[in-house]
């Protein structure tokens, strides 16, 4: 399977018909046409419904696409990887808890753009599982998010301690006996 006829396909999909991927691409429509062709053909079954308005995927198409994203992604880490001088640099996309990101992070991030200044750090916030759902689907190289995280492919390490208090008026004892500590 050509790699370059499902970069093809991606673009197809994405754009929603073969002009919009041929401007994407810069390449000829006639080009993105030709490049379906040969993937379905290879395939042996039609990755997408053509139509008036561009074309859509059909359910072959709709399973094929994730596998084209993860071998663009294996792809491009390739690259990295045989490119990769031991100085970290490139595009590094993280994820943080608003709390965390606005209370903890902002030191760190500093630093480490001083340390190293060719990585492009991108820094998304959003809830626990939104992330780790993020980190799942390899939009996000890592994340910071509330443990435990018990995931069969996800690693873990604590990077912080949180105290978290609750506060109430003055002499409200019923507080007390629901939160009392161990």
Do not use: W
Not at 32 to 60: D, P, Q, Y
Not at 112 to 121: A, C, I, M
């Amino acid at each position: 399977m050509d790699v370059k006829n499902l970069k093809v396909f991606q673009a197809v999909a994405r754009a929603g018909g073969m002009n919009g991927a041929s401007e994407v691409l810069h390449t000829v429509q006639s080009n993105v046409t030709a490049r379906i062709r040969a993937l379905e053909e290879e395939l042996g079954v039609k990755l997408f419904n053509r139509h008036s308005r561009g074309v859509s995927l059909t359910r072959a198409g709709e399973r094929l696409l994730p596998f084209a994203k993860k071998m663009e992604s294996l792809l491009q880490e390739a690259i990295r990887t045989v490119k990769d001088d031991g100085t970290p640099q490139g595009l590094l996309t993280i994820g943080s808890l608003e709390t965390t990101a606005a209370q903890r992070l902002s030191p760190i991030i500093t630093a480490y753009g001083r340390e190293f200044p060719r990585v492009n750090l991108v820094l998304r916030t959003g809830t626990n599982a939104l992330l780790i759902e993020q980190v799942l689907a390899s939009e996000l190289d890592g994340a910071f998010v509330c443990a435990p995280v018990n995931h069969s492919e996800l690693a873990s390490d604590i990077a912080f301690r949180e105290e978290l208090v609750i506060v109430s008026a003055a002499g409200h004892k019923s507080l007390e006996l629901i939160f009392e500590a161990p």
